[in-house]
């Protein structure tokens, strides 16, 4: 899973890399339990699905990004 920040993120979403993101809060409970299932979720992506990025960004390092992409709570799974 690759750690996205926000100049990342804009590059990805209009260059139009297929891109799976996870958005979460380091101290989400729920984020925590999902991490390893996410990090099964990249392994088997990246065999079956070539070109696909998996990644992640931290929320509250990235506010704004968060809130422009609709996400309201933790963790929100997006495709781009």
Known sequence: ????????LAQLVEGGTPTLVEFYAEWC???QQYA???EKVAAALRSDVPGL?????????????CSSHGVRSYPTIKLF
């Open 29 to 31: 409970g729920h984020c």
């Open 53 to 65: 990025l998996v990644a992640a960004i931290n929320c509250p390092s990235h506010e704004k990004d």
């Open 1 to 8: 899973v690759t750690s996205l920040t926000s100049a990342r």
């Open 36 to 38: 390893k299932t996410y």
